[in-house]
């Protein structure tokens, strides 16, 4: 011990950066960005000859279906697939699996995500959406977009979804919200109650995508919110303020007093 | 020297922003008894872990463990209840015990989520119990998309840390 003397100590310090330096610049390799067919129902499929990563244990992908604006980080852990939407709500960089550690990384800022999106290390600090991924008859892996998360109880049938406003007591009051997906909805869906009564203008659906970098828009206090970057909308999803500079995609509605019924068509 | 080693350890460690590396990403990889739930593998399946009476091992293998397709806690900050529920995001603890429960779906009232050392009065085991998803009284059972799905030895597991005064263990 007393030979550890100050100059060691001074010796032993300086390798700390130096350490950090070289821990540091471990690069994180980015995956493969492939474009793949659009999606058909909202199932992805990738074909496995295009896409040989997805053979071997660790290996992923980037797959951007056509058409689409979003892409999807889709890996094989050796047992299973998984998929998660590969923009990190950080700033939009596309994550990249990492093997051996069992996460998707941001190799912009670091952000860490379990292969079920949980957010694991910031400076991201929501998740990132996962999806249900495997491998059909033929072998080729498909990613699930439209899953229903299990707030709606109906699917989408002939391109719509329906559900009483009994289903969801707080749809009752002017100002309640609803978020969830129905299973074969494109996107997750923000019901919201605009005004007593019934007809189109007493129920407003609009997608819980946020036009800016994709997170998930949450309700607050009578209005639209995400969590990433501020940006704000009302309850009929216009723009009203952030970095989003546009209003979120809106369904056509119908509403006959008891029923609500959510169309996957558009509207202006 | 094993100073030495230690600082270079650590210094790298930092570099990796901390985190550890996970036991899993999919279900596939915990084998045929457990399940991947935010990187940790947990025995038993998503409706019946395997749990101890406390509340960190009811919080982290039951509560934090989500449902539907993205299985992920619905009761966050981020989830698809997050209107219809309370948050039981990160360590909820005092977002369960002796808390008041909205039941915004249901008639009843005074209801309070955990309440200690009486099982039969917390609005949670009710709510896990109901096989229901339009109770008159107590709105829908939960998990809202299988009410009622949640196996009796979970629920046990449950009822017995509420009898023992639901501590924050």
Redesign the interface.
């Given at each position: 011990m007393a030979d550890f003397t100050r100059r060691a100590m001074i010796r032993t310090a300086a390798l700390v950066p130096l350490a950090a330096k070289v821990g540091c610049a471990r690069r994180i390799d980015t995956n493969r960005e492939l474009a793949v067919p659009a999606a058909v129902d909202g199932d992805v499929t990738i074909a496995l000859a295009q896409a040989p990563e997805l053979s071997k244990a660790g290996g992923a992908i980037v797959a951007r279906p056509q058409g689409s604006f979003g892409a999807y980080m889709v890996a094989y852990t050796g047992s299973g697939y998984l998929a998660l939407r590969a923009e990190c709500p950080h700033e939009g960089c596309h994550v990249a699996w990492v093997p051996e550690d069992r996460q998707a990384e941001c190799p912009c800022h670091g952000s860490r995500f379990a292969g079920d999106g949980t957010v694991l290390n910031p400076p991201a600090v929501v998740n990132l959406t996962s999806f249900p991924a495997d491998a059909d008859a033929q072998g080729n892996v498909v990613v699930h977009l439209f899953a229903g998360d299990g707030t709606f109880q109906e699917k989408v049938q002939n391109g719509q979804v329906s559900f009483p406003v009994a289903e969801f007591p707080v749809l009752a009051n002017v100002g309640g919200v609803v978020l969830g997906r129905p299973s074969g909805f494109p996107s997750p869906l923000l019901v919201s109650r605009l005004a007593a009564g019934s007809g189109p203008d007493a129920i407003a659906a609009v997608s819980a995508i946020c036009s800016h970098l994709g997170c998930t828009v949450l309700p607050a206090s009578g209005m639209l919110r995400c969590p990433c970057h501020e940006s704000v909308f009302d309850l009929t999803g216009r723009f009203l303020q952030g970095p989003a500079g546009t209003g979120l995609v809106r369904y056509t509605v119908t509403f006959d007093g008891t029923t609500v019924t959510v169309s996957t068509t558009t509207r202006a | 020297m094993p100073?030495?080693a230690c600082?270079?350890a650590l210094?790298?460690?930092?570099?990796?922003?901390?985190?550890a590396?996970?036991?899993?990403?999919?279900?596939?990889?915990c084998g045929g008894s457990a399940f991947?739930?935010?990187?940790t593998c947990i025995e038993g399946t998503r409706t019946c872990p395997t749990l101890q009476p406390t509340f960190s091992s009811i919080n982290s293998r039951f509560l934090q463990v989500g449902?539907?397709?993205?299985?992920?806690n619905c009761h966050a900050?981020?989830s698809?209840?997050?209107?219809?529920g309370p948050s039981f995001f990160g360590h909820p603890y005092t977002t369960l015990v002796n808390a008041p429960a909205a039941n915004?779906?249901g008639s009843a009232r005074g209801l309070i989520l955990v309440k200690p050392g009486d099982p039969a009065n917390s609005f949670l085991l009710t709510k896990l119990r109901l096989t229901s998803?339009?109770d008159p009284a107590f709105?829908p059972g939960q998990?809202?998309?299988?009410p009622g799905s949640t196996c009796a030895e979970t629920l046990a597991v449950i009822e017995q840390w509420i009898q023992r005064g639901a501590p924050d263990d």
């Open positions: - | 100073l030495r600082i270079l210094a790298a460690a930092g570099c990796f922003g901390g985190t590396p996970a036991q899993c990403g999919v279900d596939g990889d991947c739930a935010q990187g449902c539907g397709a993205r299985q992920l900050t981020d698809v209840a997050v209107e219809s915004r779906a998803s339009t709105g998990p809202a998309p299988a």
